[in-house]
């Protein structure tokens, strides 16, 4: 049901930020529709409607909506493929035929008809008549600026009146009307070149974007009866058979039934170096097969696989806007207007209130300020610097659910982990084998092995993996004798000669064995040979490699405070804290136990500081969901981390997260760049105007150039690569 209230549409062609904030607040408005949203980066209408039957109508008036506004978009169905040209087109909305070659050389007649005309201006021998002068250079401000115009007059008939068309078209015709022909046309002229290179930074970063999360598959090699058939993935269904060739993208998730491969998976976790895979290995699709063939059983269908969920969600980022996204588009509503009115109020109020103040210098201060009246610096910049964040993050493995949470990871103030399959591997192993006496770790483990080798208890298959991974062979059952298990302690058995015990201190205890103490954060298995006690081996749950430098690398951002909470035993949770640097241990908590200490730091936390919480996505939803930001990691059960955090660090490494934090802190500083560079190139030149220091052209600058230079700095952000270990490199 849920689906049928949701739809997602491409707007092609569309180039206007204005026009998007204008299309998505009209069309929230309709009738039926409980939400509209444009994404001005991706090019993107999703639309929610109350009622699953009323897309007929909405559509209907959704079209001209976007018609009104932005005549040449194009409405198509999405689909989320980067690659737009498989989009199918709902309506055709496409601008009448026009003779297209005109209007693409029409500027360039027009920029060399002004050449000509600044020619005879600047060569006094050859000066033309002042008819002709005036007949020059509006022939050139038609020709380059008509489009401009014919887009004004149609808006204002449309009740669009400060759009920038309007605003250039007014400011330029003002300008010829008071003489200055030569300002008027040029001005024309650069808005349009400028207009060209904002265009085209815009399709270069959307592209640059577009090529971050370049994943999906084209085709999928089918296993049939009948040899290999090429189809689409959506078409495979679980348990069916796919060939994989070298150099090829894996399509769906599944497990290698034959073949032996490295797999490329950087595109998914950002880690450079491939991964070896076999028979029994899953996979994940995405990845792009580096050398061998592979046959893999599907797991997955294409609609519930990694790399559609990862598609979807970083396609969908832009749904949930940024505090500074939502005030830029406040802002840019109170905006142009307030300055539209100033410009009206400079033209009028001066001549009449100052003795001998002329109406043509007043009038062309106030033509300064309508060409610098429209935001789309910030408009355009804003959004892309954010999306450009969320992309650059998920090339790095951290995917990032929005905007909102991209921005709030820039305040982290207490950090809160869970330990099992966070700080640790979830996996319980030998950490640690201590002997005593005559005896050797390689014999500790020989005779643990061996005992344990009828079991199928968790510690027993530690062991057993400790042991065939020291001595590359699996224990010799031919040796093995009387064998007795004791309920609740350990097992008797005979190995060749030696008769062993192997259990916990009561067992030990019970056969009269004396035992040193030991006090170790885990399990522990003591082992008595002939009667003679030959030590113990731990088990317990292994630190991941890189979690106390995850931690180091936290506190060197800033965080505040680093605390775990576990549902384990005080002596385990104080060992790990111990070995990673936390400044606090939770341990022994319930689920709901953990929510309410949650709820403590929470109330602890500095003013405006987040609090982010890092856990596997599986058992800890409720605590995910409390926090600010939360984090979960992909490499244990991605389906419900996926759908459970705001944050997924698909390869599970806690070192990420600080790698996150500057991320998002790159991309708030770019943004804040853009902000201040636009709102002080802005309000100089609007300065300068009112005083009469600035001219039209300055005034372009202002508006068109930087808008592009703004665009240019937020593709800055895209430019961030994974070095070795946990830092960052920020290029350019």
């Not at 002596?571 to 111990?578: F, P, T, Y």
């Not at 981390?641 to 500057?662: H, Y």
Request: charged share 20%.
């Amino acid at each position: 049901m849920e689906a049928a209230l949701k739809r997602e549409y491409i707007l092609n062609k569309l180039c206007c930020p204005k026009c998007a904030l204008k299309i998505e607040k009209q069309v929230g408005a309709l009738k039926g529709v409980s939400s509209a949203l444009v994404d001005f980066s991706v090019q993107k209408l999703t639309i929610k409607a109350r009622r699953a039957g009323q897309w007929d109508d909405i559509m209907a008036r959704t079209g001209g909506i976007i018609k009104r506004f932005e005549p040449s978009v194009e409405l198509r169905g999405f689909t989320p493929v980067p690659k737009q040209k498989t989009a199918e087109p709902v309506k055709d909305t496409k601008p009448a035929p026009v003779k297209t070659w005109f209007r693409r050389i029409s500027p360039a007649l027009g920029m060399a008809l002004f050449a000509v005309g600044m020619v005879f201006d600047y060569v006094p021998s050859i000066a033309l008549p002042p008819l002709m002068r005036i007949i020059v250079f509006l022939a050139s401000y038609i020709l380059a600026g008509g489009e401009v115009l014919v887009k004004a007059g149609r808006n204002i008939t449309k009740g669009k009146i400060f759009d920038e068309n309007f605003l250039m078209g007014v400011a330029t015709i003002g300008a010829f009307a008071i003489g200055e022909y030569p300002e008027g046309a040029a001005v024309m002229i650069f808005y349009r070149i400028g207009e060209a290179f904002q265009d085209y930074a815009v399709g270069r970063s959307r592209k640059s974007i577009s090529a971050l999360m370049d994943l999906r598959p084209d085709y999928a090699n089918l296993k049939t009866a009948a040899g290999l058939e090429r189809v689409s993935p959506e078409t495979v269904q679980t348990g069916d058979l796919i060939v994989v060739k070298p150099g090829e993208k894996i399509p769906l998730d599944g497990v290698v039934t034959e073949g032996f491969s490295a797999l490329d998976a950087s595109a998914l976790s950002g880690e450079s170096l491939p991964r070896d895979v076999e028979k029994g290995s899953a996979v994940l699709s995405g990845s792009i097969n580096k050398s061998g063939l592979l046959t893999i059983e599907v797991s997955k269908v294409f609609g519930e696989s990694t790399v559609s969920k990862i598609l979807n969600l970083v396609q969908n980022a832009g749904s949930k806007k940024s505090l500074t996204e939502n005030f830029i588009t406040k802002f840019a509503r109170y905006y142009t207007p307030v300055v539209v009115f100033s410009a009206l109020a400079l033209a009028v109020l001066p001549p009449l209130l100052i003795p001998g103040a002329a109406f043509a210098e007043w009038i062309n201060r106030a033509l300064v300020f309508l060409v610098v009246s429209c935001p789309c610096a910030l408009v355009i910049s804003i959004p892309l610097s954010f999306f450009g964040g969320v992309g650059g993050a998920s090339r790095n493995g951290i995917l990032i659910k929005g905007s909102n949470y991209l921005e709030a990871l820039t305040k982290v103030d207490t950090v809160v982990f869970d330990k099992t399959g966070t700080l640790t591997k979830g996996a319980f192993g030998v950490t640690k084998i201590v002997p005593a006496g005559r005896f050797t770790e390689e014999n500790l483990l020989y005779y643990a092995a061996h005992a344990e080798s009828a079991s199928s208890h968790p510690i027993a298959l530690s062991i057993r993996a400790a042991y065939s991974a020291a001595c590359r062979k699996e224990p010799e059952a031919g040796i093995i004798g009387a064998y007795e298990e004791i309920a609740g302690k350990g097992v008797s058995v005979r190995i060749g000669e030696d008769a062993v015990l192997a259990g916990n201190a009561g067992l030990l205890k019970a056969a009269n064995i004396t035992l040193p103490p030991a006090e170790e954060a885990g399990t522990l298995v003591h082992l008595a040979v002939n009667g003679e006690y030959a030590g113990y081996i731990l088990i317990s749950d292994e630190l991941k490699p890189g979690s106390p430098q995850a931690v180091a690398d936290l506190r060197a951002a800033g965080v505040r405070r680093i605390v775990m909470l576990t549902g384990d035993s005080r002596a385990v949770g104080e060992s790990i804290a111990k070995q990673t640097g936390l400044d606090a241990v939770y341990a022994e908590l319930l689920p709901h136990q953990k929510v309410e200490r949650l709820e403590e730091l929470e109330r602890n936390k500095s003013g405006s500081g987040k609090l982010v919480f890092v856990g596997d996505g599986i058992n800890d939803a409720p605590v995910l969901a409390r926090s600010d930001v939360g984090i979960a990691m992909g490499d244990a059960g991605a389906d419900a981390a996926i759908e459970a955090a705001d944050v997924v660090l698909m390869t599970g490494e806690p070192s990420k997260i600080a790698g996150a934090i500057r991320i998002a802190r790159r991309t708030r500083n770019i943004v804040r760049q853009n902000i201040v560079f636009a709102l002080s190139a802005k309000g100089l030149i609007l300065v300068l105007g009112a005083l009469g220091m600035a001219t039209m052209w300055e005034a372009v600058f202002a508006d068109v150039g930087v808008a592009l230079i703004a665009v240019f700095n937020a593709m800055r952000v895209l430019k961030t690569v994974k070095q070795k270990g946990p830092e960052y490199t920020f290029l350019a």
